[in-house]
């Protein structure tokens, strides 16, 4: 931290926010059922979204027990998101993290009763999703919003949409992307074509469509940390943005990561895989990217199948999220502050926060 940084009030408590994950394999089932009965998932009436809940649930379930058995038959994310919480805490005196899931324990219910406990003084809503979507973000925190007013829990609170272009975050991500690259072009030959794909969560093309700012932001995350990438190589590596994780039948975004993987088998190019929109391992990276995917490269007979790894708990992660954090607080409570600290509010249409909760609450 520098002199220049601003320092948080004592007893500040920041709730992370991500979607969570099966603690074993007989919540695989009812995790995934809530995942798909969230309106913000799958927009349908409430009488047919129950239904077809169930039906979507089911319809991957066998796949799904498979990915999590892979992983010793639950997800890592929880464990994983406590260790940057405790790394959080060390970076920054006077706070306390508490951690609140979408889907699966802890929820944002019982974690909202935590932090009224604790009695703090002042709530940062900390969403670990670099990029917003109502999907993730939105909807994490209208049911925090929800979980805060059922609690009872007052205490003047600064919401943070979205921190995809913050420099430091951008600088640090850069660091496991240039590592591995160098590995690859140590392996294959300085001569080898390389390809840099940043592997976003996809999003069904209907929700884009309807005002989620989610692609755009997760393109102009990916220029962040390819500045951050040229600054330190002295070149601009060949790159693309790709899409992972198509979860229902519907057209979700493209180019898919699979056909990112065919086109760079057509041009002969190794490829270096990035998970952009996740900031910690979980099934879509340690099972899609470094099973699945990897079996289609070998498939094609890709030169090369390089993973960079999520930053978990990485020191320059969390000290780019400590620095976040710091000046997110220092703008008072308010609605939101993002995009390098400036704040934003109700008013302010560039919030896609401050956007969507007007249309929660209408
Ligand atoms: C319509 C379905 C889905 C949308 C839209 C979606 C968006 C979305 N998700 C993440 C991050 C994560 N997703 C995770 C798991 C997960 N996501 C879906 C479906 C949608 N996600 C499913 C069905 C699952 C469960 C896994 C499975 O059954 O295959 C996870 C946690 C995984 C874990 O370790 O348990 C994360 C994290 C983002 C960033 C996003 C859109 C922006
Ligand atoms: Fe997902
Ligand atoms: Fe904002």
């Given at each position: 931290?520098?002199?220049?940084?601003?320092?948080?009030?004592?007893?500040?408590?920041?709730?992370l926010f991500?979607?969570?994950?099966?603690d074993?394999?007989?919540?695989?089932k009812?995790?995934?059922?809530?995942?798909?009965?969230?309106?913000?998932?799958i927009?349908?009436?409430?009488?047919?979204r129950?239904w077809?809940?169930?039906?979507?649930?089911?319809?991957?379930?066998?796949?799904?027990?498979?990915?999590?058995?892979?992983?010793?038959?639950?997800s890592?994310?929880l464990?994983?998101t406590?260790?940057?919480?405790?790394a959080?805490?060390?970076?920054?005196?006077g706070a306390?993290?508490?951690i609140?899931?979408?889907?699966?324990?802890?929820?944002?219910r019982?974690?909202?009763r935590?932090?009224k406990a604790?009695?703090?003084?002042r709530?940062?809503?900390?969403?670990?999703?670099p990029?917003?979507?109502?999907t993730?973000?939105?909807?994490?925190?209208?049911?925090?919003?929800?979980?805060?007013?059922?609690?009872?829990?007052?205490?003047?609170?600064?919401?943070l949409?979205?921190w995809?272009?913050d420099?430091?975050?951008?600088?640090a991500?850069?660091?496991?992307v240039?590592?591995t690259y160098?590995?690859?072009?140590?392996?294959?030959?300085?001569?080898?074509?390389i390809r840099?794909?940043f592997?976003?969560?996809?999003?069904p093309?209907?929700?884009?469509?309807?005002g989620?700012?989610y692609?755009?932001?997760v393109?102009?995350?990916?220029?962040?940390?390819?500045?951050a990438?040229?600054?330190?190589?002295?070149?601009?590596?060949?790159?693309q943005?790709?899409y992972?994780?198509?979860?229902t039948?519907?057209?979700?975004l493209?180019?898919?990561?699979?056909?990112?993987?065919?086109?760079?088998?057509r041009?002969?190019?190794?490829?270096?895989?990035?998970?952009?929109?996740f900031?910690?391992?979980?099934?879509?990276?340690?099972?899609e990217?470094?099973?699945?995917?990897?079996?289609?490269?070998?498939?094609?007979?890709?030169?090369?199948?390089?993973?960079?790894?999520?930053?978990?708990?990485?020191?320059?992660?969390?000290?780019?999220l400590?620095?976040?954090?710091?000046?997110?607080?220092?703008?008072g409570?308010?609605?939101?502050?993002?995009?390098?600290?400036?704040?934003?509010?109700?008013?302010?249409?560039d919030?896609?926060?401050a956007?969507?909760?007007?249309?929660?609450a209408?």
């Amino acid at each position: 931290m520098n002199d220049s940084e601003p320092v948080l009030p004592v007893r500040t408590a920041i709730v992370l926010f991500n979607l969570g994950g099966p603690d074993g394999p007989d919540s695989i089932k009812p995790f995934r059922v809530n995942l798909f009965s969230d309106p913000a998932i799958i927009r349908a009436p409430v009488f047919v979204r129950f239904w077809l809940a169930r039906l979507i649930a089911r319809s991957a379930q066998k796949k799904a027990e498979e990915g999590y058995a892979l992983m010793g038959g639950k997800s890592p994310l929880l464990d994983l998101t406590r260790q940057q919480a405790d790394a959080l805490e060390s970076a920054l005196p006077g706070a306390k993290c508490f951690i609140a899931m979408r889907y699966w324990h802890p929820f944002a219910r019982d974690v909202a009763r935590e932090v009224k406990a604790w009695n703090p003084e002042r709530i940062l809503l900390l969403p670990l999703y670099p990029q917003f979507s109502t999907t993730t973000t939105g909807s994490s925190l209208a049911d925090w919003h929800d979980s805060a007013a059922r609690a009872g829990l007052v205490a003047p609170t600064t919401t943070l949409c979205c921190w995809y272009d913050d420099p430091a975050f951008a600088a640090a991500t850069a660091e496991p992307v240039i590592r591995t690259y160098e590995t690859a072009r140590a392996e294959l030959g300085a001569g080898a074509k390389i390809r840099l794909l940043f592997s976003a969560h996809g999003l069904p093309e209907s929700i884009v469509k309807a005002g989620d700012p989610y692609q755009e932001e997760v393109e102009a995350c990916t220029e962040a940390v390819m500045a951050a990438i040229e600054r330190r190589l002295g070149h601009r590596p060949d790159h693309q943005v790709c899409y992972q994780s198509r979860a229902t039948p519907q057209k979700w975004l493209e180019p898919s990561t699979e056909q990112a993987i065919e086109q760079a088998a057509r041009d002969n190019t190794a490829v270096v895989v990035i998970p952009i929109a996740f900031v910690s391992e979980h099934i879509e990276t340690l099972v899609e990217l470094d099973v699945e995917y990897r079996e289609v490269a070998d498939h094609l007979k890709l030169p090369g199948y390089y993973r960079a790894p999520a930053q978990n708990d990485d020191p320059a992660f969390i000290a780019a999220l400590a620095g976040i954090a710091r000046r997110a607080v220092a703008h008072g409570p308010g609605l939101c502050s993002h995009r390098g600290g400036r704040a934003c509010d109700a008013r302010n249409r560039d919030c896609p926060w401050a956007r969507y909760r007007a249309v929660v609450a209408a």
